[in-house]
């Protein structure tokens, strides 16, 4: 019987929306709690109530399968304290032999600020090194880098309000629709509220953000700076100046004008690649209105000018003003669910604790002062992709991972490899038993996810929420601050004594207020005085915290006042400059990388939940169709893909037609890796190359060169249990696994015909079963009626397919002849061809969505009311609208190959 459901609120895990979420539990028959469902929180002012597609599918993701539950010794089970004490011994060896310098921690965006400021304070104030840096590095670096040099500190003005206050919203380099996707749905409802505002689109892909702007500039990637400049030359030269404000409160515009006069329009149309009249439409936009928001994510900060294309954007922010008003501010969107309170503690290897300037000898003092530490830093650390090169060269000795999956999500991965394969201690904290990085790790650490721990983070607007846990800590696992304090005191060290995560906030927002008469923008010190209880309750709130701002602040820099020596914002004058990873003959093409729907980076977390890969099941490469025609490529065909550095790695991906990219450009998402395919992780094509200010890695333009890849045989096998990547390269050159709920469905691809049968057989065990040969071959081995293991094999690469039938013979255990001989003439019902699912949350296919259009309901609205789809989350949105305007439904493309594929199918028979 299960007991009354109870609520605990807390924050989503996921993006920096920092959405609200009330955690809904319930006790199984054996007096276990578990998650039982989510509900966005009412009252929290990032969300109000709303969650999106990863949000609400939390349960789904929040089960044991794939945990980490005790510590291993080289794979081997074992206590704590050995785990520890062998950890701190080899750390401490280390740094006796070779200096604190060779030894090194990285850690994540996705860490609480109380496990990241010890992170911190334990390199940087016990070990003495400043040999810390954090994925954080891959994501924010650029943005970080870009505010200190315009307003003198890392403090993002604007906050989520501001979204409903401005007449103008421009999205650069990002597709929030899909990767913010709550903060998304509040724009269209500012513009349904609103339809004076006006939403400016520029990414080089015609995204699903996109495909609901006023104007979207396909800019050619790269050349971001050039379009800013351009439209700082328009503002001097339309009275778009706000002089008074030039005047008063920033410095250097002079110099940066000069810069910028060149670019005019045409010559802007000319490097950008794009249409002079929608250069000038979205020139005049800005310049005439009353306020504007530049939204700006990883299209502006993975580049080699990433920290330049910032400071061009806020370049213009400061010229007209726009600025510390109410719907006006250049607006950095984080990534992480934490990525801003790593940047509060310190979390990268060039910054200390509480904006303290790691560069000032006085502020170190202050610093070691406040921590009474043996040994403080000297100078900044290595940042990520030094650290890694650096450590491929032996000078790394020892290194701790918390909370990130550097060999996917770190460019260079066979740098990366050689890196941590050489590195005599590597150990890592993971939540869960393996991942890419894990396969290196000499120790492995159990940590507690989101709902087993306690803390706060930080979200895109400065507000600081609690994540408070609600489940007991799985297995051994054990939350990050205490391994941390654990790890600490093995190693000799004094004040890491902490009885609960309270006193570590405690500590930390006391620091932001030493010293600190209003010269540190980062201020919390009104929360010092925390109570544990009062902490247990803090609502959400945005810093500064402080005597002049009890409540919070909303708004930054609305007195004009900046953090710079003179109080005056920088103007910084800036040349274009083109991207580091250029194309060349050998590798003509640039990839373009980032995010999907309903995944989240490595997919530790979502890749285990089959509803999520309902929307888009497995890699692709996304290529326009008149470049794939040129190359002779086919819908869902497999290619290969190399780079300068990718060296022996190959990744191979299946050719997605997509007319949404520019000719030349490719993009590919960053999700799969090692656990799900063969040949699915794309940072192998990645130069460990960045920028020179930010040192953030340049993760959307690689130059690659594609082979088309043939194969004599594709195979789709069905079944309960997880082969090992051994067993699966056995049987195959090329795999891709697809999660189900109790088995899998692998994708496999050979040149010559194993004996696929015989092995399958040996490994699985086949006491009855049932075949077929010819064209297409299949087999299915049957435990009484129900599916043992499956498979069929065909000369065409797989047609998408559809999950609910392959979930179906799974969940069935009375297969009877007429689905059987479905499978073996791998035919599946016609009742299961609905074309991809659409909306997640509501599980409506595009073909039901296409009949309803033509049945007339022909608008978003129209559908929802009819299908349920899209009033949901509201992400598939975008996609609905674009089947609506499209007479011949634009992802057509993939219902009719499914078509297609059943009528090839049909054929074979
Ligand atoms: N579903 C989902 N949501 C997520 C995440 C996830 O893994 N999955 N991760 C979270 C994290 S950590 C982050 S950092 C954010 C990232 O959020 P976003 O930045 O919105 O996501 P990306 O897909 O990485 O990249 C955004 C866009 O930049 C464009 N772009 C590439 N090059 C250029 C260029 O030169 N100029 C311009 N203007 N645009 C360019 C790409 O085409 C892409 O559409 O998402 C967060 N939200
Ligand atoms: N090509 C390409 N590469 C990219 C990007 C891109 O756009 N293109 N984007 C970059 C960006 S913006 C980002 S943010 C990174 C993200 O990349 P990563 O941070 O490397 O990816 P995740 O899969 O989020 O890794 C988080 C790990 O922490 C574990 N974990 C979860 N919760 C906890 C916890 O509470 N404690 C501990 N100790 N571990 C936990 C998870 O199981 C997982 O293994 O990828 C970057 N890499
Ligand atoms: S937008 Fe979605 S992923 Fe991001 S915090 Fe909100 S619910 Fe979580
Ligand atoms: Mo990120």
Known sequence: MQAAARLCATTCPYCGVGCGVDAQLSTDAQGQKYLDGVHGTQNHPANYGRLCIKGSKLPETNGLQGRLLSPTIYGQPTSWQQAIDTAAQGFTQAIQKYGPDSVAIYVSGQLLTEDYYLANKLMKGYIGSANIDTNSRLCMSSAVAGYKRAFGADAMPCCYDDLEQTELLVLVGSNAAWTHPVLYQRMERARAINPALKLVVIDPRKTATAEQADLFLPIKAGTDVALFNGLLAYLAEHQGLDQAFIRQHTQGFAATLDCAR??????????????????????????????????????????????????????????????????????????????????????????????????????????????????????????ALQLFSQMAKGKIKALWIMGTNPMVSLPDRQLVAQALGQCELVVVSDAVANNDTLAFAHIALPACPWSEKDGTVTNSERRISRQRGFLVPAGQAKPDWQILCEFARAMGFSGFDYAHPSDIFAEYARLTGLANQGQRALDISGLAGLTQRQYEQLSPIQWPVNSHNPQGCKRLF??????????????????????????????????????????????????????????????????????????????????????????????????????????????????????????????????????????????????????????????????????????????????????????????????????????????????????????????????????HWAWQISELPWPVLPSAWLQSMLDNDALDDTELSAWLRAQPPASFMQGRQVCSCFKVHEQAICQAINDGHNSVQKLGKYLGCGTGCGSCKPELAKLVSSQQPASASRLALETQAAIIFQEAI
């Open 262 to 383: 060149d670019w005019t329009v045409a010559k802007v149309a000319q490097l950008c690649e794009l249409d002079s009249r929608d250069i000038r439409l979205f020139y005049r936009w800005f310049c005439n209105s009353p306020s504007a928001l530049s939204f700006f994510s990883m299209g502006v900060n993975q580049s080699s000018s990433g920290t330049d294309k910032v400071n061009a954007i806020i370049n213009c922010h400061l010229a007209s003003g726009k600025i510390g008003k109410p719907g006006s501010g250049p607006f950095s969107v984080t990534g992480q669910p934490n990525a801003m309170g790593g940047r509060e503690v310190g979390g990268l290897a060039t910054m200390l604790a509480a904006h303290l300037d790691i560069q000032s000898e006085r502020d170190r003092q202050l610093l070691q002062q406040y921590w009474q530490s043996p040994a403080m830093v000297k100078a900044p650390g290595l940042p």
């Open 558 to 787: 609305s007195d004009g006042h900046f953090y710079t020596q003179s109080g005056r914002a920088n103007f910084v004058p800036l040349t274009y400059q083109p991207p580091k990873q250029l194309t060349s003959e050998a590798f003509p093409w640039v990839l373009n990388s980032g995010r999907v729907r309903d995944q989240w980076h490595s997919m530790t977390r979502t890749g285990t939940a089959p509803e999520l890969l309902q929307h888009q099941d497995r890699p692709w490469l996304a290529m326009h169709p008149e470049d794939a025609a040129v190359m002779g490529l086919q819908e869902g065909q497999l290619v290969k893909l190399r780079s300068k550095c990718s060296g022996e790695a190959q990744v191979m991906l299946q050719i997605k037609l997509e007319s949404s990219q520019r000719r030349g450009e490719l993009f590919a998402p960053m999700h799969w890796n090692q656990q799900f395919c063969s040949h699915g992780a794309i940072g192998a094509l990645f130069a460990a190359v960045g920028d020179p200010l930010s040192f953030q890695p340049e993760l959307k333009h690689a130059a690659v060169a594609v082979l088309p890849q043939h194969f004599s045989q594709y195979a789709i096998l069905l079944c309960r249990n997880t082969l090992s990547a051994v067993q699966l390269n056995q049987l195959s050159q090329y795999w891709l696994r697809l999660p189900l709920a109790g088995g899998q469905c692998y994708l496999l691809a050979g040149k010559d015909r194993p004996d696929w049968q015989g092995m399958l057989s040996d490994w699985l065990g086949a006491e009855q079963g049932l075949g077929r040969s010819g064209q297409h071959t299949g087999y299915v081995a049957l435990h009484g009626q129900a599916l």
